[in-house]
């Protein structure tokens, strides 16, 4: 588990733009369960999440399709939610950082860690905005 005051400004970077912080079982159930689309960040303190995937995120936000729901877990932080997450994830492994998108609960898109590391935000951003012209 890592310290509150060093996540902070990396929940921050998310919650800024409207991502909402899911911190238990319950509310990743209820947020995955909401009709309509549902980006799902897992959130990490590595420095691909700080280089390119919440910047990545962040950038496809500005494209005139968008999902619903904005929501994210932190991984070593809000363990059992970022467990339950990364549940309706499968058959996808575990990575962090990582993205995913949900359409009426189901998983349509998947961006994992190897897909994240070593690509540009642009890139990433591109990726997502696809996604969101295909099923938002």
Do not use: W
């Not at 733009?17 to 909401?34: N, P, Q, S, Y």
């Not at 904005?70 to 962090?96: N, W």
């Amino acid at each position: 588990m890592y310290p509150a005051e060093l996540v902070k400004p990396m929940r921050e970077d998310l919650t800024q733009v409207g991502f909402e912080e899911l911190h238990t079982v319950e509310a990743v159930d209820a947020a995955i369960a909401k009709e309509g689309t549902t980006l799902v960040v897992v959130n990490s303190v590595c420095g691909c999440a700080a280089a390119n995937a919440r910047p990545g995120a962040k950038m496809s936000l500005n494209n005139a399709k968008k999902p619903d729901h904005l929501v994210t877990v932190f991984a070593g932080v809000d363990k059992d939610a970022t467990d339950k997450a990364r549940a309706y994830m499968i058959p996808f492994p575990p990575s962090s950082p990582s993205m995913a998108l949900f359409k009426n609960g189901e998983l349509v898109h998947m961006l994992e860690r190897h897909h994240i590391e070593g690509r540009p935000a642009e890139m990433i951003a591109e990726n997502l905005v696809d996604a969101y012209n295909d099923h938002c």
